[in-house]
């Protein structure tokens, strides 16, 4: 189950990655390394926190997931500059996002950490990676700017908690809860939904 939804978060990151590098006028190198460090960056900060291997050094799949999703963005030309009003750029950052977050709340479950931890967890994987690419473009992170971007994680990571103490974390509560993380992200950035500020 884990694994699953590491892969989709992986897959959906990398393709986010690559979108931004293009939009930002990267060349070839600097489209793999925003491509590698989007699907890999939330997932090593997770796994650095709770002492572990970190899962892509320990397992080759995520590599072939980046290289694959990398070589066939460009041979079908799957990309635009035009971010703005690019759906497809939207869904894969969003599925990422919240893949990535269900996985670092999951884990943290799994170590009967609490609540704190959990959506600690689940912010810091679900975020992480989208920093990452954002910084190295010299641009402000989305966390900073799109009001609903972290909050997204911490709603999942709510969600899943409570799941859990009802003992009904399964595969197919943790679909509905990627379904529903995906479509408020989507929904919130085209309406704009925002935290109030001072």
Known sequence: ????????GI???AISGFLVA?????????ILVSTFLTALGGGLMRDVILQLPPYSFTHTFPALIILFVFTIMIILKLYTTNLESNFWFMLSDSLGLVAFSIGGATLAIEHNFNLTAVLILAFISGVGGGVIRDIIINEV???F??????????IVALL???LNL??????????????????????????????PKL
């Not at 974390?169 to 809860?177: A, D, H, Q, R």
């Open 166 to 195: 009802l003992n009904f974390v399964n595969f197919f509560s943790l679909t509905i809860v990627l379904i529903f993380g995906v479509i408020l992200r989507v929904v919130a950035y085209y309406k704009k939904w925002h935290i």
């Open 160 to 162: 899943i908690y409570f």
């Open 22 to 30: 293009v939009k930002n006028n990267l060349d070839l190198l600097g």
């Open 1 to 8: 189950m884990f694994e699953v939804i590491e892969y989709i």
């Open 11 to 13: 897959t959906a990151f």
């Open 145 to 154: 700017t799109s009001g609903f971007y972290g909050t997204v994680t911490l």
């Open 141 to 143: 992170p989305q966390i």
